[in-house]
């Protein structure tokens, strides 16, 4: 094949794969914000709550958090990981929360902090 066909072939998928992750940010960041824009924390659902702490696994780096926030976001997302790490049955995920009541309060009200604010994406400096 001609060595310009294929590198335009290789520009082509290589901007379609950065324009993908893009919007799926885009999306899960509009998904937040609808959860959790002038939500009463007793009306979020445990989906809804499970959903913001993936979403700040995937994209902690690429949103603007104040220094508290980062921090308990970091914390949320450690607690999860190794939460779900320890939780297996017969070799699967078990079923069941690890979302105590006061660890979904805190994850409730960050994304309620998150989504006032737009969850600003980071700019890269």
């Known amino acids: 094949m001609n060595p310009t066909i294929s590198l335009s072939c290789l520009v082509v998928i290589i901007g379609s794969l950065l324009w993908t992750a893009s919007a799926d940010f885009d999306s899960d960041r509009q ?37 508290e926030q980062r921090s308990k976001a970091e914390d949320i997302v450690k607690q999860y990981n190794e939460d779900k790490s320890k939780r297996l049955v017969e070799g699967a995920p078990a079923q069941g929360g690890w979302i105590t009541k006061l660890v979904r309060v805190i994850i409730v009200q960050l994304g309620i902090e998150l989504a006032s604010e737009g969850v600003k994406k980071a700019t890269k400096s």
């Open 31 to 67: 998904r937040v914000i609808e959860y959790f824009k002038n939500a009463d924390p007793s009306s979020v659902s445990d989906s809804q709550v499970l959903f913001l702490v993936e979403f700040l696994a995937k994209h902690i780096n690429d949103i603007e958090l104040t220094a």
